[in-house]
C-alpha cells in the first residue's frame, strides 16, 4: 500500500469535494445540524479554503483518501472519506500539518463530534471553552462548537503527535 501526504492539486478538487461532502454529513448529524449541510463546492468560496496556507491531501494507493487545511495558528479543516475512518488517516494529516505548522493552538470542534475531539485530544488539545455563535459558510445557522487549544509549546506538540498511538 502506497501511502502520500502532499499538497493539494486542482486536480484533486473532485476528491475533496466527495470527501467533504459526505464527511461533512455526518459531522452535523452528531452535532443535530443536518439542515445546516453546504457543499464544498459552496462552503470552499465563502470560507476560502483554498486560500489556507496549508492545504493537504492524503494519498492511498493513488486515490485522495482525506485533506487537511490549516493556517500557522489554526487547524481548520480535517476530512476523511467514511469509507475509510478509524484506520489513521485522520491523526496522520492532523500530526502533518502540526509538523509543517508547529504554531497551530487551536481548532474548533462542533459539539457532539466525539470522535474529533477524541483526536484532537490525544495530539495535545484540551476543550478550554464551549462557545456559540453563527456557522461560518452558513450564517443562517447558530452552532456550538468546543474551542480546543495545545497548551504545550510547540516542539513538545510535535513530539507527542510523532509518538505511536
Known amino acids: 500500500m502506497a501511502v502520500d ?5 486542482a486536480s484533486d478538487w473532485d476528491a475533496i469535494c466527495r470527501i467533504h461532502d459526505a464527511s461533512r454529513l455526518v459531522e452535523l ?8 449541510f ?4 459552496v462552503a470552499a468560496e465563502r470560507e476560502g479554503l483554498l486560500d489556507y ?11 485522495v483518501a482525506g485533506f487537511v487545511a490549516c493556517t500557522s495558528e489554526e487547524l481548520a479543516w480535517l476530512y476523511v472519506d467514511p469509507a475509510r475512518r478509524r484506520k489513521g488517516i485522520g491523526r496522520q494529516l492532523a500530526r502533518f500539518a502540526l509538523r509543517q ?10 459539539t457532539g463530534n466525539e470522535p474529533a475531539r477524541s483526536l484532537y485530544v490525544s ?4 476543550t478550554v471553552e464551549t ?6 459558510g452558513n450564517e443562517d445557522f447558530t452552532v456550538e462548537v468546543w474551542l480546543m ?3 504545550r509549546t510547540p516542539l513538545q506538540n510535535v513530539e507527542m503527535a510523532d509518538r505511536p498511538s
Open 5 to 9: 501526504i502532499r499538497a493539494y492539486r
Open 29 to 36: 448529524k452528531l452535532a443535530g445540524l443536518e439542515d445546516a
Open 38 to 41: 453546504v457543499p464544498l463546492h
Open 53 to 63: 496556507p496549508g492545504l493537504y491531501v492524503f494519498v492511498e494507493d493513488g486515490v
Open 101 to 110: 505548522f508547529p504554531h497551530i493552538h487551536s481548532i474548533e470542534v462542533l
Open 123 to 126: 495530539l495535545g488539545f484540551e
Open 131 to 136: 462557545v456559540r455563535g453563527r456557522m461560518p
Open 149 to 151: 487549544e495545545r497548551r
